[in-house]
Each structure stands twice: as C-alpha cells, then as structure tokens.
C-alpha cells in the first residue's frame, strides 16, 4: 500500500516562531488532507488541498502532487497550535485516507 | 452546530465484555468510516460503508463489526474486547463528490478494565 512520511517527527519552538512540516507519500493521490489532533484527541481538518497553496490565518499549505510532497505552513506559532499535525492521502475509489506518521508540535512561552 | 457526533465521548468496558459505539451525522453523507487509533499512533481504517455496502479492510480483526441501519446511523460492535483494543475510534463522513473532503466527529475513547 501507499507510504505516507512525515518529517519532522517532534518539533518544540518558541512562541512566534514559524515552522514548515512536510508530507511526502509514495504514490499518486487523489487527494490530501491536513489535521490537527489536539490534546484532547480531536482532529481538526485544516486543509483539503490535491494540488497548490491555500491559506487561512497563520497556517498555509502547498501541495506538489507530481512530485509527491505536501508542505504545511505556520507562522508566529502559539501555544494553541501545540498538538500532532497529521496528513492524510486519498485513494481509491471511497477515498480511504491512509495518514502519515505525523509531527509532535510543542510551543512554548 | 456538531455534524459527526460519536457517543459517547469516553467508555470503559470490561475485558471480554461486548461493547458498541455509536455515530451519528447530519450531513446527509454516503459514505461513512471507522478507525481505529491507538496510543502514539495514526489512526488506521478499519472499515466503511459506502451508502449500504460494507466495506472491511484485509487486517481488521475479526471480533470487530459494523451496522449502518440507516444513512444517519453507523455502530461500531467489539465483541469480545481485548487489552490490545484500547484506542480512540473515530468516525468520519464524506459525500461521494469530486473535491469532497472526510469530516471527523471527536471520537470515543475506548478502555478496557
């Protein structure tokens, strides 16, 4: 099946500092999204991006589909974005999502 | 404002003992997803219903099973559960469109005594 790797596996920053995470799967996709898991396990979709840039607030994500890779974006981090980012592939016909290994995110004060 | 609501939010069961979990949705979406997501893990498929049809992955244990009675309504049924079941289950929708992303409900975490 398809691969999915995330880089880095733990970052810790600072209080507005601005961080890139990146997504590269092993396969073509039709499609892939970016989550959020809080600390208290609930995942928040932020991005539903198959191909280019989007932005909301801080956070922006860009997508090269022909070269197999994901981007996300935050900038001027706060302690609220602390929590496990994770992107997550479609494939297949009902758009099973396989997700990624993720990315543990402490901000600190 | 909840479109996934998965209930309940925490249960204990006792090892061995069945246990359902409940989704629900207002979305009105076709296809339905449950997963399974243990500690320090991502979450992994373990089956879907597109519409009535029941879907299971090769690798979902077979103690695991699920009922779609109706559009609204997925449950997940863990037989016999085990240590090794302890997790959060999440449930997600997603309408079958061209561009149509999965919504997540907040899931239930699952322990077992």
């Known amino acids: 099946g398809i691969q999915v790797e995330q880089s880095p596996p733990d970052l810790i920053l600072q209080e507005g500092a601005n961080s890139t995470l990146r997504c590269n799967f092993s396969?073509?996709?039709?499609?892939l999204q970016w989550f959020h898991q809080n600390p208290w396990g609930q995942l928040i979709n932020l991005f539903y991006?198959?191909?280019g840039t989007k932005q909301n607030g801080r956070l922006s994500a860009t997508t090269v589909a022909t070269e197999r890779y994901s981007l996300l974006y935050i900038s001027s981090s706060q302690t609220t974005d602390s929590g496990v980012y994770f992107c997550?592939?479609?494939?297949?016909?009902?758009?099973?999502?396989?997700f990624g290994t993720g990315t543990r995110l402490q901000v600190t004060l | 404002d909840a479109m996934v609501i998965q209930n309940p939010r925490y249960q204990v069961t006792q090892f061995g003992k069945p246990v359902t979990l409940s989704c629900s949705q207002t979305?009105?979406?076709?296809?339905m997803y449950w997963y399974q997501q243990k500690s320090s893990q991502a979450p992994k498929l373990l089956f879907h219903?597109?519409?009535?049809?029941?879907?299971n992955e090769a690798d979902t244990p077979d103690n695991f099973q699920s009922r779609r009675p109706n559009t609204s309504f997925c449950f997940l049924d863990i037989r016999s559960p085990g240590l090794g079941d302890a997790a959060m289950y999440l449930c997600?929708?997603?309408?079958?469109?061209?561009?149509?992303?999965?919504?997540f409900g907040d899931g239930t975490r699952l322990s077992i005594l």
């Open positions: 991006i198959p191909s």
């Open positions: 997600a929708t997603r309408i079958d469109r061209r561009g149509q992303p999965q919504h």
């Open positions: 219903y597109y519409d009535k049809d029941f879907n």
């Open positions: 979305l009105n979406h076709n296809v």
């Open positions: 396969d073509s996709v039709n499609n």
């Open positions: 997550a592939v479609h494939t297949g016909t009902a758009s099973k999502l396989t």
